[in-house]
């Protein structure tokens, strides 16, 4: 069902801001149809119940299935890990950590271990901690669990997709926070330095044993999941005010070096970057955009339910596709999606004018 806010722009020119992009020719511009009835269509075929497409700052486009509030906030599952870089950016900017700080300085119990001792800030968010998954009986560990993972690799040398290094992020930054006389939690810390600030309201954040899940567990609507993909596309700036350090959220998209489809935090899907092994990782919820699409380079938060904000830098656009998620609707895990079908059917490239 077509949403009345719903405007089909078939064949709206984007033109690329100053960065080149491939297959340009010679006027050096990248253009693009961008079809968001398409994509809304596709997105309600897989069980999808919004889309929001947010073209230069100004919603173009938003479609609700039949009986969706546009107000209602939905599980963002893993898509909320995307918080934590924006926790770590704001801290960079107050002073209260580095990127490449030891985190064994703050969490002392690390401080004896030949491998926990060795890993940063940096590491956790990028996932490259060495800290085990740990099992299936625990799988989102509350932070003193989680500080208490055993390293299986050498800070740095492996990808491991797990609650467990952002659980260990939650307990460092806790442990700042109450050394500065601050916020009590990291999620009270986000919302009063960032959130509020840039008018973006959760609906809710679940915690275990009393702290904020910092992997997942937040829920949001998807007009707020807008504006806080549109803060991060600003560099984090909100009514002309830098609320995070730049360079620290910059951080979060420059690929890694064990798993280049991935930054601080962020997918980095790319299909120049990556061998099909590190673009599917274990556990992760972003399906692979094969090489020869010809997509723009894209930053995503993705979260089961196949929960999407994906970041286009060089369009200067966002968009948001949400389900009711797994917890509310188990069918939507079995609903056939593929991240490369919706994004083709929202972009497509035109010739290069002459």
């Not at 050096?28 to 075929?45: K, N, P, V």
């Amino acid at each position: 069902m077509k949403h009345a806010l719903l405007i089909g722009l078939l064949g709206l020119l984007l033109p690329q801001p100053a960065a080149q992009a491939e297959d340009t020719g010679d006027s050096g511009r990248a253009q693009w149809a961008l079809d968001c009835e398409a994509a809304a269509r596709y997105s309600r075929s897989t069980r999808g119940i919004a889309v929001l497409v947010v073209l230069h700052g100004t919603i173009v486009c938003e479609d609700y299935a039949a009986g969706i509030d546009p107000g209602q906030s939905w599980e963002l599952a893993s898509g909320a890990k995307s918080f934590t870089s924006v926790i770590a950016a704001a801290a960079v900017q107050d002073g209260l950590i580095s990127l490449d700080e030891r985190v064994a300085d703050t969490i002392t119990e690390w401080q004896d271990d030949p491998r926990r001792s060795q890993i940063t800030v940096r590491h956790l968010l990028a996932q490259t901690s060495g800290l085990a998954s740990g099992n299936d009986d625990v799988r989102i560990p509350g932070y003193r669990a989680a500080i208490r993972t055993r390293a299986r690799h050498e800070p740095g040398a492996a990808f491991i997709y797990s609650a467990r290094h952002f659980q260990a992020f939650g307990e460092f930054m806790r442990r700042k926070l109450e050394a500065a006389g601050l916020d009590a939690t990291p999620a009270h810390y986000l919302t009063r330095r960032v959130l509020a600030p840039a008018g973006i309201e959760l609906g809710s954040w679940g915690a275990i044993d009393g702290m904020p899940v910092m992997s997942e567990a937040v829920e949001i609507s998807p007009r707020n999941w807008a504006r806080f993909g549109a803060l991060v596309l600003g560099e984090g700036v909100s009514g002309g005010v830098s609320l995070v350090d730049r360079d620290a959220l910059a951080a979060s998209f420059e690929p890694g070096r064990v798993n280049p489809v991935y930054g601080l935090s962020w997918w980095l899907p790319d299909h120049e970057r990556a061998s099909l092994l590190q673009r599917r990782p274990t556990g992760s919820q972003l399906d692979t955009i094969e090489a020869g699409e010809g997509l723009p380079a894209l930053r995503v938060a993705a979260g089961a339910g196949r929960q999407r904000l994906y970041l286009i830098p060089e369009l200067d656009v966002l968009v948001v596709r949400m389900t009711r998620g797994v917890t509310a609707d188990p069918a939507t895990r079995e609903a056939r999606w593929s991240d490369t079908e919706f994004l083709t059917r929202l972009l497509t490239p035109l010739p290069a004018s002459e």
